[in-house]
């Protein structure tokens, strides 16, 4: 597998200090057109459109990268993450297991 991997941080500077305050990290497999992701905020930063913004961010890289589907895994549990996918595009297709739930997007250019 030919697999490209990027992190991306969102950094928050108050008074010449930098805090790490959101993070993604996505693999794109070239061969298969495909990518997975991970994102996380912290809880400070949260439902202030942060995950909205790195998502839409990794996905104009997976597009530009010429990837056609990207997917991520949630715990069942964590309604903000289904919540912020659905908003974004993502459907679950079905993959997951009684803890966790599988999520894709088709990308289109």
Not at 43 to 65: H, K, N, P, S
Not at 71 to 99: H, I, P, V, Y
């Amino acid at each position: 597998m030919a697999a490209t991997t990027s992190p991306c941080s969102a950094e928050l500077r108050e008074e010449g200090r930098g805090r790490i305050i959101g993070e993604t990290l996505y693999a794109y497999d070239a061969m298969a057109r495909h990518g997975e992701f991970a994102i996380s905020v912290a809880d400070a930063f949260q439902r202030m459109g942060l995950g909205f913004q790195m998502m839409t961010a990794m996905e104009t890289r997976a597009v530009d990268l010429g990837h056609e589907m990207i997917a991520a895994e949630t715990a069942r549990t964590n309604a903000e993450m289904r919540g912020l996918a659905k908003k974004a595009g993502f459907r679950d297709t079905g993959l997951g297991d009684w803890q966790s739930v599988h999520l894709a997007k088709r990308l289109s250019r």
